[in-house]
């Protein structure tokens, strides 16, 4: 079990007020208990490699994700399984486990009445309003450029095939590039 990997959160397990008994990370079954969850968009990411599709997790790891007009999944996320992950503290959400599920009930419901917009009200967008709802970290102004940000440093792959599904299309692309221009 792990602790929030946020910025100045280290959680000391060994310590009871901060020690929280939450379900392990299932790969198999994609289950990512308090976690951000993230995986490439074709073409996007094979470009922009830090910029892919997101969803947020319950308490008992199901996955909800904005991913499309008017529609919020549950445990099928709209570009496949995710290929990383951000584990959250659920002690950092008001009113703990209840909280954090809470708030992404709440967002999930907001973001079934709205637009999806690629570059404005997206996936990221809905997963800063459950951060948002639930007050995570004492923080109110979680938004999309935040998270996508965070993640790079604070998250993790999944498995070296979810790094691999990730980079390779990137650096296939830079190569063919790179070969491109030295022949002319």
């Not at 000391?12 to 790969?27: F, K, N, T, W």
């Not at 099928?76 to 909280?99: I, R």
């Not at 970290?137 to 979810?162: D, E, T």
Request: charged share 15%; with cysteine.
């Amino acid at each position: 079990m792990t602790g929030d990997q946020s910025p100045n959160s280290i959680i000391d397990l060994a310590d009871p007020e901060e020690a929280v008994l939450m379900d392990p990370i299932d790969h198999d079954r994609c289950r990512y208990p308090y976690c951000i969850v993230w995986t490439p968009i074709p073409v996007l990411t094979w470009i922009f490699p830090f910029l892919g599709h997101m969803g947020i997790c319950t308490s008992s790891g199901i996955i909800r994700d904005f991913a499309g007009p008017y529609f919020v999944s549950e445990d099928l996320m709209a570009f496949g399984n995710p290929t990383k992950y951000w584990q959250m503290s659920p002690n950092k959400a008001t009113n703990g486990q209840a909280g954090w599920d809470a708030a992404v009930a709440e967002a999930s419901e907001i973001y079934k009445k709205r637009m999806h917009i690629l570059f404005y009200d997206n996936c990221h967008s809905h997963v800063a309003t459950a951060l948002n709802i639930m007050n995570y970290g004492g923080c109110k102004n979680w938004n999309m450029v935040k998270l996508a940000f965070y993640m790079i440093p604070y998250s993790r792959y999944v498995s070296i095939g979810g790094f691999l599904k990730t980079w390779v299309p990137f650096f296939i692309i830079v190569i063919f590039i790179i070969s491109l221009a030295a022949i002319i």
